[in-house]
């Protein structure tokens, strides 16, 4: 078998996996949930991210949205980045053997959860790899066309995930630090860049004209998360995260730093380590940096390995790797995973059950968020259509947070609900006109404590209508509730509430502090 074949099979193998290893009761993600929303809403750019995946979300939105075509992208850029990274390691010199290590990392490591859910971090591996796949080609040929496939791959980044600016930067430096004159001197790789610029201007543009959004966005991420994320955690989890196959990428990186042509790859890995870090940067930020290591690595190992050696690294990652699979993959029901964690500490060792609120719970936070949705909807639905239709004419669907909406939204249909709507994320820009006037509001909130909250006390009735009931799902405990007959100072309150929150939205609006209004005591609607 020739290797070019041996690649086109082992790409084909790494689409297909997910879909082989996933249980089939899980539901959606809460992310998944609100890209597909974005997709009803196309723009140039979105509060959380650009707009990239959305085209995605809306091209699935179109192929019924079934989960197969949610998990379809991922898997499918999962296998695309293995043919850029093999096709790189071919060009290495790499034979059939390169091939294979090149494809253990993508099924033996933290990859197959990025490349299973339907989040930006495919994408954004995907154009890390392209971009630096574009300039390697560029210095084997000396073909300017990789120069563009470069500029092109960043300007598809940014609109994919701002963070590819942190890997683009760090090539630039690592040129530098090279002084590779046979790129820096090239008039076409600033056309290019110059290409990549346009690509994302519209984004820009639209960043602009909404008071940067991604200003508050990144401040309420520092501020939630990133600040309390560890610096030497970050550096520990790089080798955890490719721990099956630690061999190869850091063989990749050995070579690149001692030989000149390449030099600059080592140089951008590690410069982009330290921004990250600098940054309290999550530790699957930078993982768009190893595919071209790894491809770097494949051909040396090969030529210098005998046959014992080589069943030796197979053996190791594929039996890491097998050991990891249940902690990246839900390849079993809810019950069962949990059951699986509580019998195999591994999983709290590394820090998978561990959530946002730092505690350890019984599965992981990615698999929780992927339960109890359509049994919210259907709750939702049993309140909505034990209304009258005067009343139902007159109700609002107000969701506490985007997984909520997004979920009621997702399965709304199938139980005939009207759209459901959020202050959260970008469902805050999609608040229906008047919605300070409907006189029934039926809330799905996961403010377990609302019911007590002295806002309630203006409407004329309020009734608990159920609760989720999911141990496994972060939504456990969400109530469900009907009010009827809002004041006029709520009314007002609710106003002034959406009015500071796209406020806060705006880069102005992240650096100020705003004021309560007259109402506010807690809660999801004050």
Same mark, same amino acid.
């Given at each position: ?30 992310? *998944? ?108 040929? *000396? ?5 563009? =496939? ?67 966005? =990144?401040?309420?991420?520092? @501020? ?12 520990? %989890? ?24 390449? #030099? ?104 929780? @968020? ?17 209304? @009258? ?24 249909? #199938? ?30 909130? %996961? ?18 209508? %159920? ?24 009314? *007002? ?34």
């Amino acid at each position: 078998m020739k290797p070019i074949h041996l690649l086109y099979i082992l790409a084909l193998t790494k689409v297909l996996l997910p879909f082989l290893l996933q249980d089939p009761q899980w539901e959606p993600h809460r992310d *998944e949930l609100l890209y597909l929303a974005e997709a009803r809403h196309i723009a140039w750019g979105y509060m959380e991210a650009p707009p990239l995946l959305s085209l995605f979300a809306w091209l699935t939105n179109g192929m019924g949205g079934a989960m197969w075509a949610i998990k379809i992208w991922p898997s499918l850029f999962g296998g695309l980045t293995y043919l850029l990274a093999g096709r790189l390691a071919l060009h290495l010199g790499g034979r059939w053997f390169a091939m294979i290590l090149v494809w253990l990392p993508f099924v033996a490591g933290a990859w197959l959860r990025m490349h299973f859910l339907f989040q930006p971090n495919f994408l954004d591996i995907f154009w890390w790899t392209a971009m630096a796949y574009g300039l390697i080609r560029f210095q084997q040929t *000396e073909k300017t066309s990789y120069l563009y =496939m470069s500029g092109l791959s960043f300007g598809l980044g940014m609109l994919s995930k701002y963070n590819i600016i942190f890997y683009a930067v760090s090539l630039v430096a690592g040129l530098l630090l090279t002084w590779d004159k046979k790129v820096l001197t090239n008039r076409h790789f600033y056309f290019a860049a110059g290409l990549g610029l346009l690509i994302f201007l519209p984004n820009l543009i639209w960043q602009v004209t909404n008071g940067f959004p991604i200003v508050y966005h =990144m401040k309420e991420l520092h @501020d939630s998360q990133l600040q309390y994320l560890s610096q030497w955690s970050f550096l520990k %989890d790089q080798l955890l995260m490719n721990i099956a196959t630690v061999f190869i990428w850091i063989t990749g990186l050995v070579w690149a730093t001692l030989n000149k042509q390449y #030099r600059f790859i080592a140089w951008a890995f590690l410069i982009t380590i330290v921004l990250l870090m600098i940054g309290h940067g999550k530790n699957y930020y930078a993982q768009g940096a190893y595919p071209v290591l790894f491809a770097l690595g494949a051909p040396q190992l090969e030529a210098w390995a005998n046959k014992w050696w080589k069943i030796g690294m197979v053996a190791f990652s594929l039996f890491i790797g097998f050991k990891l699979l249940p902690l990246l993959l839900p390849i079993k029901a809810p019950a069962a995973l949990a059951a699986y964690y509580q019998h195999h500490p591994l999983a709290s060792k590394v820090g998978v059950l561990q959530w946002e609120d730092q505690q350890d719970h019984p599965l992981p936070q990615d698999f929780a @968020d992927m339960l109890s949705w359509e049994q919210m909807t259907q709750k939702v639905a049993k309140a909505y259509h034990a209304l @009258d239709s005067n009343e139902k004419a007159h109700t609002l669907l107000f969701c506490d947070n985007y997984g909520e909406a997004g979920a009621v939204n997702y399965y709304g249909a #199938r139980y005939h609900l009207p759209p459901a709507y959020s202050d959260n994320a970008s469902f805050l820009y999609w608040m229906p006109p008047h919605y300070d006037q409907y006189t029934t509001i039926l809330l799905v909130t %996961d403010d377990h404590e609302e019911m007590q909250h002295a806002f309630m006390k203006e409407f004329k009735a309020v009734h608990l209508a %159920d609760s989720v009931n999911s141990p496994y799902s972060r939504e456990h405990g969400t109530l469900i509730i009907l009010m009827k007959g809002p004041s006029e100072a709520f009314r *007002e309150a609710f106003r002034d509430k959406i009015n500071r929150g796209k406020l806060k939205t705006t880069a102005a609006g992240a650096t100020q502090e705003l004021k309560p209004n007259a109402l506010e005591d807690g809660g999801s609607m004050h």
